[in-house]
């Protein structure tokens, strides 16, 4: 039995005071069933780190750099998350390789670090709405995954994997828990060649869930859980998914 996860993202959102109120909504609202972090931008780590104390909630960051260390102004390295005690990072997101031009193989490279950093990466993956309406799917997921399985070989088992249609992020369309369900299944079958831990494997669901979504897509056997951006903002709406997990 897998136990859900539940992942805010709070993406280029939030400030000194509107962190410290939502964290200490949240820690009001705990416990829940489901373990939760919060991914917060890289200046508010440390404050989200104090602001945890006492909490069962992890955090993390949302994104890494793919180097060790050295002469790449404005990145910020694994070993760097690590010293604040991230448990996660998020590697991938769609609106990094849109935006940034992330490759698969960036992906794959900063996943990798991340774990040589004792840091659980977040990776990743989904189609856009052109991709989904050529039947591309469930080809464009298997192949950002499979970057990832062959550069991390059998320590594919220690991440986490996000499918997160790019045509459901921030739109308010989510997708229906089958379609989910369906990419999910794609996407154990594929780690499930990959290394013989895959059945422990978390994959969440992310791409518009809300509160009043949430409960029908984490029922679906291969959904572990969510990756949450918009509702990870209000303390209500995230505790209610939260709770949903
Ligand atoms: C995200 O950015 O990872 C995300 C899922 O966003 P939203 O929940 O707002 O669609």
Redesign the pocket.
Known sequence: MRRKLVVG?W?MNGGRVANAELLAALKEAEPWDAAVAVCAPFPYLADTALSLQGSRMQWGAQDCSAHESGAYTGEVSAGMLAEFGCHFV?VG???RRALHGESDQLVADKAKIALAHKLTPIV?VGETLAEREAGQTDAVVKRQLSAVIHTLGHCISQVVV?Y?PVW?????K?ATPEQAQAVHAVLRAQLHAATEKSAEMLILY?????ADNAKQLFAQGDIDG???????LKAADFAAICKAA
Do not use: D, F
């Open positions: 993202n993406k998020i997101h769609s609106e990743c996000a997160e459901a992020i921030g739109t308010g989510t992310g791409g518009s869930v809300k969510g990756l949450i951006g918009g509702a990870s």
